[in-house]
Structures are given as structure tokens and as C-alpha cells.
């Protein structure tokens, strides 16, 4: 069974920066991408970054982009969301899934709720002024 389990969210000032890991039991495809999403109450989950195991560059949201670093340690089949200059609009649950590659990673580039399987139950991050 695929477990995800997300560490190291916290409270930090606005242009603080946080490190949150996604420690994976297995990876559930041969072709695994790793995606971070985030959620303000009331509000849809968003995806934020994603990264696929075998390579490839990794696709980030606009508004993330040069400010968040997806990275992973397969020996460790853990990923990696290096956060710096954080803002208070940043402040969300941010949650790791596990998905299959696929267009949505390698055409579209963009990270879609829809192309992931396998979710982590959270960690919130707040960033206060």
C-alpha cells in the first residue's frame, strides 16, 4: 500500500522560507510524478509544483515560480518543496500526492488534481506579516 506523509510545514514571516518533505513508502507507478498542491479553506486545491522521478524538468505555477524548488532523494523516496520568500498569500494546507506521468506532466505542464492517486493528509503552512 502507498502511504505519502508530508513534514515541515509551520509559521513563518513573510519572506521567510520553509522546507516541506514528502516521504513516500513506494512509489505506486513505474512512472511516478510527485505533485504539491495547496488549499485555503472554502477555495479549490492547487496544484503548486510537480516532479517526475525519472527526470524531466519540473513544472511550477506561475506564481511559485523562482521562489519554490521541487527536488527529491530517491534513496529516500522522499521529494522536496524548498519555499523561500514566502508570502501571506502562500498560507494554505499544502498536501503531496503521487501520480502516474502523463500529458498532463509532459504536454500541458501543469500539475492537475485529477492526474494523482495517492494523497497525504497535509501540512499547513502560515506565513504572517
Known amino acids: 500500500q502507498v502511504h505519502l506523509r508530508e513534514i515541515g510545514g509551520g509559521s513563518v514571516q513573510v519572506g521567510g522560507s520553509l522546507t516541506l518533505s514528502c516521504a513516500a513508502s513506494?512509489?505506486?507507478?513505474?512512472?511516478?510524478?510527485i505533485g504539491w498542491f495547496r488549499q485555503v479553506p472554502g477555495t479549490a486545491r492547487e496544484g503548486v509544483a510537480s516532479?517526475?522521478?525519472?527526470?524531466?524538468?519540473?513544472v511550477y505555477i506561475a506564481s511559485v515560480q523562482g521562489r519554490f524548488t521541487i527536488s527529491q532523494d530517491n534513496a529516500k523516496n522522499t521529494t522536496y518543496l524548498q519555499m523561500n520568500d514566502l508570502k501571506p498569500e502562500d498560507t494554505a494546507m499544502y498536501y503531496c500526492?503521487?501520480?502516474?506521468?502523463?500529458?498532463?506532466?509532459?504536454?500541458?505542464?501543469?500539475?492537475?488534481?485529477?492526474?494523482?492517486?495517492?494523497w497525504g493528509q497535509g501540512t499547513q503552512v502560515t506565513v504572517s506579516a
Open positions: 513506494k512509489y505506486p507507478h513505474d512512472h511516478t510524478v
Open positions: 500526492a503521487a501520480g502516474r506521468l502523463g500529458l498532463g506532466f509532459m504536454v500541458d505542464r501543469v500539475v492537475r488534481e485529477a492526474d494523482f492517486d495517492y
Open positions: 516532479l517526475y522521478i525519472g527526470g524531466l524538468s519540473p
